[in-house]
T-cell receptor, first 114, second 113 residues
C-alpha cells in the first residue's frame, strides 16, 4: 500500500493560473519535503517542514508556497505558474534521527503549463 | 564544484555484466549516503543506505571511502530489470535535527538482452 500519496498524478494548468498539489502520508513521519525535478536533472529541494516548522531553500522562488495543516498532509501552492515551472513535483517524508534518514517518495505529480 | 557528482553515463551493458557507478561528494560534513534508483517518469526509490564502510545486498554492493569522499555502487550479474537511473545521495545536517539530502544528477543504465 502506498505510504506517501500525491494527488493528482498529472496536472495541467494555464499560464498564471494558481495550482495546488497535495501530498499525504501514513508513516507519521516528522519531516515532509517538496522537490522539483526537471527532465534529466536531479531532484531540487524547494522546502521542507520539520513538524510545523517551515524551512525554505534560499533559491526557491516566492511563487512557490507550502502549507502543512497537520502531520499527514502537505500542500504545494504555485501562485502564478510560468512555463519554466513545468516539471515533476515530488513529495517525500522522513523520520528524524541522530543520523540522516532515507526519504520515502510519493509517485509525483507531473505538472504541465499551457 | 557540484556537491554530489556522478559518472555522466549513460551506461549500456549486456545482461550478466558487472557495472560500477562512481560518485564523489564535496561536503566533508556529509554523514550518510544512499543510492536511489529512478525509473523513467517515476519517483526515486531507495536502493541501499551506506552508513559505514560499505554494505552488500544480494547483487548490489555499496562502498564508502570518507577520506576520499567517494562512494560507489557495484551491480553484479545485471538483469534487464536493473535498467534505470541511479542517483547518488548525500545527507548532511542543515541545522538542529534537520537533515538535507543532496542528489547527484544520476547515471542512466540500460541493460540489453
Amino acid at each position: 500500500d502506498a505510504m506517501v500519496i500525491q494527488n493528482p498524478r498529472y496536472q495541467v494548468t494555464q499560464f498564471g493560473k494558481p495550482v495546488t498539489l497535495s501530498c499525504s502520508q501514513t508513516l507519521n513521519h516528522n519531516v515532509m519535503y517538496w522537490y522539483q525535478q526537471k527532465s534529466s536533472q536531479a531532484p531540487k529541494l524547494l522546502f521542507h517542514y520539520y513538524d510545523k516548522d517551515f524551512n525554505n531553500e534560499a533559491d526557491t522562488p516566492d511563487n512557490f508556497q507550502s502549507r502543512r495543516p497537520n502531520t499527514s498532509f502537505c500542500f504545494l501552492d504555485i501562485r502564478s505558474p510560468g512555463l519554466g515551472d513545468a516539471a515533476m513535483y515530488l513529495c517525500a517524508t522522513s523520520r528524524l534521527g541522530s543520523l540522516g534518514q532515507p526519504q520515502h517518495f510519493g509517485d509525483g505529480t507531473r505538472l504541465s503549463i499551457l | 564544484r557540484k556537491e554530489v557528482e556522478q559518472d555522466p553515463g549513460p551506461f549500456n551493458v549486456p545482461e550478466g555484466a558487472t557495472v560500477a557507478f562512481n560518485c564523489t561528494y564535496s561536503n566533508s560534513a556529509s554523514q550518510s549516503f544512499f543510492w536511489y534508483r529512478q525509473d523513467c517518469r517515476k519517483e526515486p526509490k531507495l536502493l541501499m543506505s551506506v552508513y559505514s564502510s560499505g554494505n552488500e545486498d544480494g547483487r548490489f554492493t555499496a562502498q564508502l571511502n570518507r577520506a576520499s569522499q567517494y562512494i560507489s555502487l557495484l551491480i553484479r550479474d545485471s538483469k534487464l530489470s536493473d535498467s534505470a537511473t541511479y542517483l547518488c545521495v548525500a545527507s548532511s545536517n542543515s541545522g538542529g535535527s534537520n537533515y538535507k539530502l543532496t542528489f547527484g544528477k544520476g547515471t542512466l543504465l540500460t541493460v540489453n538482452p
